[in-house]
């Protein structure tokens, strides 16, 4: 069997077990309109394995022997989608708020679920090229293989063309066979850990918390204790971005839309500084 190769469609029942695997591990929700991505998701697994359909990988699972099969199907089902300077004028705004706090010590910025970590290495290229104090910056994510390519920070020529200009390409990457390799100075701008937003407790306190396009996959509890978390990590007067399509309205209420800057997010026990408010 090739990792191409046509498998048979999910049963309901395979879909029904592995959709209540990815939401027990991670709180995010496969919902019916999306049922059909498990299919491409799982292919190069079942590819890999050697299992002729989905009813045996969730065999496999079920019978206990393999006991990392869980962990191989929750990261194939994750959705890794993510580009250098993704939406970038949101990325340049984000820095631009970094600053604008004013902050005399070290920012510290949490990127949480950042994939395969373009959107930690465009945020540490942008504070680099501005001159300012480079902030301490954390990229998180659940997915294991996720954070080992992160850490890597090699991508495809694919990968390296979605959003990166050429002239950042040159200053900021090594060509490595076909790939491309962040260099040392950038990849050591940058600390990596695995967390799982569903269950684990905030790594800390930052002045600035990325947490884009994740929200909408969590179930509504899920999604509310994660607020809860995120609101419970910002400093006084850190900064909350999610994805264009997310909102902490009507979800939380320990977050509000920032009063200083636009598309943000704050605490609503912030109170804001002089120094904020000029920015």
């Known amino acids: 069997m090739t990792a191409l190769a046509r498998v048979q469609p999910p049963s309901a029942g395979a879909t029904m077990v592995l959709s209540a695997l990815l939401e027990a591990r991670t709180g995010q929700q496969l919902a019916a309109s999306r049922s059909w991505r498990l299919e491409t998701a799982i292919a190069p697994l079942l590819s890999e394995l050697a299992l002729p359909h989905a009813d045996a990988l969730v065999a496999r699972l079920l019978d206990g022997h393999d006991h990392r099969i869980g962990d191989r199907i929750v990261d194939a089902l994750l959705n890794h989608e993510t580009s250098f300077f993704r939406d970038a004028g949101v990325i340049e705004s984000a820095v631009e708020a970094v600053r604008a706090q004013g902050a005399t010590a070290r920012p510290r910025v949490w990127c949480a679920a950042c994939a395969t970590g373009q959107e930690p290495l465009s945020l540490a290229m942008l504070f680099a090229e501005d001159g300012g104090v480079m902030p301490d910056i954390l990229a998180t994510d659940v997915s294991a293989s996720a954070m080992a390519r992160a ?98 309205i009507g979800q939380s209420e320990q977050l509000r839309p920032s009063t200083t800057h636009r598309g943000f997010y704050e605490r609503v026990d912030t109170e804001v500084t002089p120094h904020a408010q000029r920015g």
Not at 156 to 171: A, D, K, W
Not at 182 to 205: E, M
């Open 151 to 248: 850490r890597a920070g090699s991508y495809s020529q694919f990968e390296i063309q979605r959003g990166l200009p050429i002239r950042r390409m040159m200053r900021w990457f090594e060509a490595d066979g076909s790939n491309w390799v962040a260099n040392k100075t950038l990849l050591a701008s940058v600390t990596y850990r695995r967390h799982n937003l569903a269950v684990d407790a905030g790594p800390g306190r930052f002045d600035l918390i990325l947490c884009r396009n994740v929200l909408f996959y969590l179930t509504p509890p899920v999604r509310q204790a994660v607020l809860e978390r995120l609101a419970q990590a910002l400093k006084p007067a850190g900064l909350l971005l999610l994805g264009a399509g997310e909102t902490v």
